[in-house]
């Protein structure tokens, strides 16, 4: 009787203590970039974030397993999934380019991208877009691999990278604007306010133009992922958008 206990117990063990994929139908490899909160971050070694838990949703409900792999940059993840190293990115934006290599799934938010500058500045630039801003001698920065419109895009090539430069973290970003390296940063809105309240940034404020927005979606590579996968994951994006609003309220409620 207690050897028949001791092989049950063990035998409960043994499956307890399986790898969580092993009842996954796959697993997906996402591109993980720079820590960008509240979207993307690790708390105790934990990654978490408004867009992980949104993919760990989706994924779950599609009986799909989620590994993570580090990239450098935005624009090094980009590389990576052209090749079909990694499986996906999140919080992409659609454009012809990288649809030549990718499939987009359905939105699953919308993001404004604002820019971001110190108060001390002329009052009267309050009243300029970018262009304006770059004409009258100030220096932007933004995030290197993010897609944010054609007209940063030619800004960027018309100026020669000198009035508008591209660094891949927000801290970094930030960080250059406390100290007066750079007049103002381009940044998503969330992100940029987050930012700024949890590091006490009083002096940074968004400027009151509008510079981009976008829906986003999560980005397969079209080297591993199948079209019919993609359009499984679609399914359920349509069906979950409260759930992902109620996720992005999680992380947003004290702020």
Sequence with gaps: ?????????????????????????????????????????????????????????????ANICLRYKQM???????????????DFLYAATFTQDRNEYAMFTKAYRHENVRIFW????????????LTGLLSFGLKGVTNRGSYIGENVKSLMAVN??????????IEQRMKMLALKRVDFTIEDEVAGLYFVNEHQLKAITRHPYKLFNADVSLMFSRTSISKEMVEGINVIIEQN??????????YLASK
């Excluded at 009267?124 to 877009?129: P, Q, S, V």
């Design 1 to 61: 009787m207690l050897s028949n206990i001791l092989k049950l117990f063990t035998f409960f063990l043994l499956i307890s203590s399986l790898p969580a994929h092993a009842a996954c139908k796959s697993t997906l490899t996402l591109g993980l970039g720079n820590i960008w909160p509240p979207y993307y971050f690790k708390e105790e070694q934990v990654i978490r974030g408004i867009d992980i838990d949104i993919v760990k949703f989706i994924f779950s409900q």
């Design 72 to 86: 450098p940059s935005s624009s090094r993840a980009l590389i990576e999934l052209k090749k079909g190293n990694i």
């Design 118 to 129: 110190s108060e001390q500045q002329p009052s009267k630039l309050r009243e300029t877009d």
């Design 160 to 169: 020669n990278s000198l009035s508008l430069i591209s660094v891949p973290t």
């Design 241 to 250: 958008h409260q759930e992902f609003i109620n996720i992005r309220k999680g």
